[in-house]
């Protein structure tokens, strides 16, 4: 049949053209046999967001608390979501390590060992979460329901599965099992999307608490404070201590989940890619001691953000005054590091318009999810920082604070649009042809037994390249015996002087526009390290500064925040790896 269809059949779901007539009209049947696994995309993708929204509505019902759902209704749900995608990974493990070896392509440049390594940190950090809510349902466990005991119990199990499984199979390319894998892959997609949500909802409610907890402080009588906790007395002594401590792991998870659901989505772009089979771009130079000033500067920001956090949880709690105060010492803080941001990036920029190079846009899944993540998150903070401008325009009264505020929004818009067109050019620009030589000149001479290439070594691929920088860099004379030495024999480089360039030789000097790259670099990676931990640990100045809140009203602009927020955090910790594989890209 597949002859007669003019393919040859190569294996599951592959076929090439052969020769002989071509098919006639009206026989598509090997078509139509081969259309569930050319719709297996579609298919899944459909399931998967249908698993996603059911579940977010279950979310919504339960923390409403409409329809008769509670919140053990929500962890049943994600659970048994959670335990399929046990079952197949384990499925997939068995079948990949089984007694015939499943022998995959490997796409290089998806999950690549430091991203792999910061999702097991973050990983980590959530066992911890786990433990503590074990810990604190073993202490009311006579007034709590086993969902919420089995729950972090199944979610430590997953928690330690998928990142063995990410470790060590986030780079296959499947092409076997198409369909089943694909499901397989977009199931794990959105369990973890939903698992990210349901974190995102409890800090919420937590960081809403908190507030509201602040503003009844102050005086605004109007506001209930709903009770929190079970209807029984703890049986141990530790259950207030896992309850506070558990909402400082909450970050941790939550960028947990978001970096498993990446790493879930490029395997399942990468079901039945056909590879190019190109190497990828290796850094050729090691980072010497001229790359200082970006990460000094980016050190201090951090150690500064440290502090700046400390005072503001420590202000916020107190008077009218004081909690005014310490939001705008984050506001001026804020502005101060968002223009050197600015600058840095701008620079970057404009070194890329002076040093020209081609552009990669080289089939990448990768490559083009940072970029849409970058757009989209950024999307989020664009929302706060006009909803700031908007309100600043409309108050009434305009308080030092207000026109701060104003400053540090419309900063806010910029440093993301430059920021992202920084990102976003680095990971597409090539290396040019010098430094890809250098490159492969360094590999070989790191290897053990094998010598630098010289002149005298004859090497078919690089001898051309090798002949005229060698007798370009000899010094040149009346007899012309090293232009004869480089040219014929290149056998005895030392005794004719002929030796490749500094450039070679000492791979370590960077040229001035790297080092300076590589510095704007390291510092914005700090810098949205930093940013990414005052939201994250709960300096939220939209919620302490009033300002909004006279303007759109208490319930509408905690739903904007609430929604807005995470994305706007999640996109300082993604612009951090992207710049971190900018940073050995370079």
Not at 61 to 89: D, P
Request: glycine share 6%.
């Amino acid at each position: 049949m597949a002859e007669r269809c003019g393919f040859e059949v190569l294996g599951d779901c592959q076929r090439r053209p052969v020769s002989g007539p071509a098919p006639a009209v009206g026989e598509d049947s090997c078509f139509s046999a081969s259309q569930p696994v050319k719709q297996a995309a579609t298919l899944s993708a459909q399931y998967g967001i249908n698993v996603f929204v059911l579940g977010m509505v279950l979310m919504l019902a339960g923390t409403f608390q409409r329809a008769g759902v509670t919140q053990e209704h929500t962890l049943a749900y994600l659970s048994t979501l959670m335990a399929m995608q046990l079952a197949w990974m384990l499925w997939y493990f068995f079948r990949r390590h089984g007694k015939s070896v499943l022998v995959t392509e490997k796409d290089e440049h998806a999950g690549p060992r430091w991203l792999r390594g910061g999702l097991t940190l973050f990983a980590i950090l959530s066992l911890v979460l786990d433990v503590f809510k074990i810990g604190y349902y073993i202490g009311y466990s006579s007034c709590l329901t086993a969902t919420k005991g089995a729950y972090p119990a199944i979610h430590a199990v997953h928690t330690l599965s998928q990142v063995y499984f990410l470790w060590f199979h986030a780079k296959d390319v499947i092409q076997t099992f198409q369909m089943i894998e694909r499901f397989g892959m977009i199931h794990s997609v959105f369990t973890n999307l939903l698992l990210w949500v349901n974190s995102i909802i409890a800090e919420s409610k937590h960081q809403l608490h908190d507030h509201k907890k602040r503003l009844a402080g102050l005086g605004f009588a109007n506001l209930t404070m709903e009770k929190t906790g079970p209807n029984c007395s703890c049986t141990i002594h530790a259950c207030a201590a896992f309850y506070k401590s558990s909402y400082y792991m909450y970050p941790f998870s939550i960028e947990y989940h978001v970096l498993a659901s990446a790493m879930l989505y490029i395997m399942w772009k990468n079901v039945g890619r056909k590879l190019d089979h190109i190497s990828p771009q290796k850094p050729a130079f090691k980072t010497r001691s001229n790359i200082l000033p970006g990460p000094v500067l980016g050190a201090a920001v951090f150690a500064t953000t440290i502090g700046i956090l400390v005072v503001y949880s420590l202000q916020a709690d107190h008077s009218k005054d004081r909690r005014l105060s310490a939001v705008n010492i984050f506001y001026l803080y804020s502005m101060a590091v968002l223009g050197l941001m600015s600058a840095a990036s701008t620079t970057g920029l404009v070194i890329y318009r002076i040093d020209k190079r081609s552009m990669d846009y080289s089939k990448n899944p990768t490559r083009k999810l940072d970029g849409q993540l970058l757009a989209s998150t950024a999307c989020a903070s664009w929302l706060l920082s006009w909803c700031s401008v908007l309100a600043v325009v409309s108050a009434e009264s305009r308080r030092r604070s207000t026109w701060l505020s104003l400053s540090l929004s419309t900063m806010a818009i910029v440093e993301k649009s430059v920021q992202n067109m920084f990102i976003v050019e680095s990971l597409h620009r090539k290396r040019d042809a010098g430094e890809e030589e250098a490159g492969r000149i360094k590999a070989t001479s790191d290897r053990p037994g094998i010598s630098p290439p010289r002149c005298g070594v004859v090497n078919k691929t690089l001898v051309e390249v090798e002949r005229e920088l060698c007798c370009a860099a000899a010094p040149q004379s009346s007899d012309d015996r090293s232009s004869s030495v480089c040219g014929e024999q290149l056998t005895s480089p030392r005794a004719a002087g002929c030796f490749p360039p500094a450039s070679f030789r000492q791979m370590g000097n960077l040229r001035k526009t790297r080092v300076i790259l590589k510095n704007i670099v390291a510092f914005l990676f700090l810098c949205n390290i930093s940013f990414w931990i005052l939201p994250a640990f709960g300096a939220w100045p939209q919620f302490d500064n009033g300002l909004e809140e006279n303007v759109y009203g208490f319930e509408a602009w905690i739903l904007i925040v609430n929604l807005a927020m995470p994305f706007a955090i999640f996109y300082r910790m993604h612009a951090s790896s992207a710049l971190f594989e900018v940073f050995y890209a370079i």
